[in-house]
């Protein structure tokens, strides 16, 4: 393959998108200059420009979700990548096997009007699993200012007091019949239950599959 059959935009860039070889699932969409490009095809392993960082970044360099290139194609135009990899972990810094995670409804009701709030409140479900990623992150990578991080370094005794806590005010809020106060310890005890079925390595898919069953 030569670079010189592409077309880099008016930055030096080209859009690469990133798929499984092994289910041909989409994982991720990132840049490459032609250093990256160049890198990636020397080593095997996929290697981007940031936009953000100014700077070149393997990808898999700190979390160890590395992927091994098998295969490089260029679109009709040359001016977009498709790399076939083999993935290790996630993809997503979310720790999802894709960034492509979330999905729009479409709404098959041709006479019915578009209603943008309608829309994003169907994105709402997506808030735990979300928080349950970002959870779970913080677990892996430590943070120092992190609440979360705090409650992992100081045992399962911590964050396990703390779920026991929440959920007595959550009972006291709902015996005072204050709705304002019950909504909010309610957030709490879900958050810290969140923390808790992170450390013991449990998906939120299985509390769901556990809660159709009981239907």
Not at 1 to 6: A, D, E, I, K, Q
Not at 13 to 34: F, R
Not at 132 to 151: A, C, F, G
Request: charged share 35%.
């Amino acid at each position: 393959m030569s670079v010189n059959h592409l077309e880099f935009d008016e930055d030096g860039l080209i859009p690469a998108i990133i798929q499984d070889i092994e289910t041909n699932e989409v994982l991720m969409m990132a840049y490459m200059n032609q250093e990256s490009l160049e890198n990636t095809i020397k080593s095997g392993r996929t290697c981007f420009w940031s936009r953000s960082r100014d700077e070149l970044w393997w990808k898999g360099e700190t979390s160890g979700n590395i992927q091994e290139v098998e295969e490089i194609k260029y679109d009709c135009d040359g001016d977009t990548l498709l790399l076939k990899v083999k993935q290790t972990g996630g993809a997503c810094h979310t720790g999802h096997k894709s960034c492509f995670y979330r999905g729009i409804e479409r709404d098959y009701d041709t006479e019915k009007e578009f209603d943008p709030e309608e829309v994003y409140n169907n994105l709402d479900a997506e808030i735990l699993d979300e928080l349950y990623q970002v959870i779970k992150d913080r677990k892996e990578n430590p943070k120092p200012d992190s609440y979360t991080s705090s409650l992992y370094e100081k045992g399962e005794n911590a964050f396990l007091k703390k779920v026991g806590e929440e959920a007595t005010e959550v009972v006291m809020a709902a015996k005072d019949s204050d709705q304002g106060e019950l909504i909010y310890e309610s957030a709490d005890l879900i958050y810290h239950l969140l923390v808790a079925l992170v450390y013991y390595d449990v998906e939120i898919e299985e509390i769901l599959k556990e809660l159709k069953e009981r239907r």
